[in-house]
């Protein structure tokens, strides 16, 4: 696979999962770009000894872990929230509803509910994230459970 | 009320932008100079003071055994600092990618904690190490002074070096020290989530 087809490909997945973590699309935009940077420069080296979507998510978790650095520095709270409530990205309000509610859950649970939601089978989720697959079917569940409850709020 | 909402349905509505290509390979250029650029300047720096310091020794050939002391403090002092910089290194850019995010941040954690050695216990071992060579080498190109000239001498070099030791060093360490303790408490956090 060339990295022009990775990029195409694999794009659109990474970006949502860095939408996910952060909720903010230039945000998402540059963890992701800095994910590809990360993926040019080691796609030589890859090994193919997971698959490369695995791998590539693997980066993308690890960007979005690092991110928190440059990101606490500033809380997004510290911000006036209307500047956040104007930047509206998608008309569809259940989508964003559903990208708020996940940015929300504590950093670990964002990363999972974003790689179960990009279809990753739970077995790799628990490699990229580093826990045993049980405990992520479990966890899996449970932010599922909250989701769809904030969401029933949410729809009342 | 719906108990079983479709997520995913929603999950993928997301617009995204997809940049160019040739946007993205440009930054990532860039990117790859900076990085070298910064690691070539601070081996740099220090090995080109350590080689000039060398040069001295051999070119004048100072008499006082103090003068050889305090020239081979400041090399020690130096050569230490940037051998445990350079620990630091596949830590900042090694190939840490392939890590579950747990191993990830158990290496964060610990180039943290290396960090903050490096700022302080380092940094203060340094300090004393580079002053007193400074100290020892100057001794014999100030006793052939008048006197006022070599309690002016110094006087200055002293002056500095306190300059530096207590007010931009604590400076420093105290705002790089707050930002490493907030990161340090994140990543706990973070790693207690991935416990639970």
Redesign the interface.
Same mark, same amino acid.
């Given at each position: 696979m060339t990295? *022009?087809e990775i990029? @195409?490909e694999y794009? $659109?997945k990474v970006?949502?999962q860095c939408?996910?973590y952060m909720n903010d $699309?230039d945000v998402a935009?540059d963890i992701a =770009?800095e994910t590809?940077?990360?993926v040019? =420069? /080691?796609l030589p080296?890859f090994r193919e000894e997971?698959s490369i979507g695995t791998?590539i998510f693997?980066?993308a %978790? @690890?960007s979005c &872990?690092?991110q +928190?650095?440059k990101d606490?520095?500033m809380p997004k709270s510290e911000f006036p929230r209307e500047i956040f409530e104007e930047t509206e990205? @998608?008309s *569809?309000p =259940? %989508?964003q509803f &559903?990208?708020k509610c996940i940015s929300q859950l $504590? !950093?670990? !649970?964002r990363?999972i509910i974003s790689l179960e939601? !990009? *279809?990753l089978k739970q077995r790799e989720i628990a490699? +990229? %994230?580093?826990?045993s697959e049980t405990n992520v079917r479990v966890r899996i569940h449970r932010i599922?459970e909250k989701?769809?409850k904030k969401? /029933?709020q949410y !729809?009342? | 009320m719906k108990d079983n909402i479709d997520f995913k349905q929603y999950w993928n509505k997301q617009k995204i932008e997809t940049p160019a290509l040739d946007e993205l390979i440009k930054k990532a250029n860039q990117f790859k100079t900076k990085t070298r650029f910064k690691l070539i300047v601070a081996n740099f720096v220090l090995l080109a003071t350590c080689m000039i310091i060398s040069f001295v020794w051999f070119y004048y050939q100072p008499t006082f055994l103090s003068t050889k002391i305090g020239i081979l403090l400041c090399i020690i002092a130096m050569i230490v600092y940037l051998a445990f910089h350079n620990t630091l290194r596949p830590f900042l850019f090694g190939n840490q990618l392939e890590l579950d995010a747990k191993a990830q941040l158990k290496q964060l954690l610990i180039l943290k904690e290396k960090q903050r050695f490096q700022q302080t216990t380092l940094l203060n071992g340094y300090f004393i190490l580079l002053s007193l060579g400074l100290g020892l080498y100057m001794y014999e190109y100030v006793v052939r002074m008048t006197l006022p000239w070599a309690i002016f001498t110094y006087g200055i070099v002293l002056f500095w070096i306190a300059i530096n030791a207590f007010y931009f060093r604590p400076k420093t360490i105290k705002k790089q020290q707050a930002q490493l303790d907030k990161l340090i408490a994140q990543l706990k956090d973070l790693n207690e989530q991935l416990a639970v």
């Open positions: 990295f *022009e990029h @195409n794009w $659109p970006y949502r939408m996910g $699309p935009k =770009q590809f940077i990360k040019w =420069q /080691q080296k997971s791998w693997r980066i %978790v @690890n &872990l690092r +928190i650095r606490k520095k990205f @998608n *569809e =259940q %989508v &559903l990208y $504590p !950093e670990i !649970e990363i939601l !990009e *279809e490699k +990229i %994230v580093g826990l599922k989701l769809t969401f /029933q !729809e009342r | -």
